[in-house]
Nanobody, 116 residues
Framework: QVQLVESGVGLVQPGGSLRLSCAASGSIISINTMGWYRHAPGKQREMVATITRGVGANYADSVKGRFTISRDNAKNTVYLQMGSLKPEDTAVYYC??????????WGQGTQVTVSS
C-alpha cells in the first residue's frame, strides 16, 4: 500500500509558475512509475507527466516545454514544476504511483487555478 500526499495548491496568473510536490509513504520500494494527472471541469482526467525508473519522463503534448517532472528518490517525492501557465491548465491535479505489480495509488488532489 502506498500513500500519496500532494502539496502546492495555488492561484496563479497566466504566464506564472507553480511547483507541486507529492510525498510517498508506505510500500515505496515497490513504486515504479510516479506521475501527475489532472481533471478539469467538463473534461476527462488526463495524464500530464509521468516518470519511470530507468526510463525517464513522458509528457502530454499540451504541457511539453512548459512543465517538468522530477523525482527525488531519497525523499520519496515527485515534483511537477509548471511554467508559462495558461487558464486551460486550471484543474485538480492528482499524484499517481504505480507499483512494479501494476497497483495504482492516487493522492487526494490539489487545485490549481490559473486566472488573472
Amino acid at each position: 500500500q502506498v500513500q500519496l500526499v500532494e502539496s502546492g495548491v495555488g492561484l496563479v496568473q497566466p504566464g506564472g509558475s507553480l511547483r507541486l510536490s507529492c510525498a510517498a509513504s508506505g510500500s515505496i520500494i515497490s513504486i515504479n512509475t510516479m506521475g501527475w494527472y489532472r481533471h478539469a471541469p467538463g473534461k476527462q482526467r488526463e495524464m500530464v507527466a509521468t516518470i519511470t525508473r530507468g526510463v525517464g519522463a513522458n509528457y502530454a503534448d499540451s504541457v511539453k516545454g512548459r512543465f517538468t517532472i522530477s523525482r527525488d528518490n531519497a525523499k520519496n517525492t515527485v515534483y511537477l514544476q509548471m511554467g508559462s501557465l495558461k487558464p486551460e491548465d486550471t484543474a485538480v491535479y492528482y499524484c499517481n504511483a504505480v507499483s512494479v505489480i501494476m497497483v495504482s495509488s492516487w493522492g487526494q488532489g490539489t487545485q490549481v487555478t490559473v486566472s488573472s
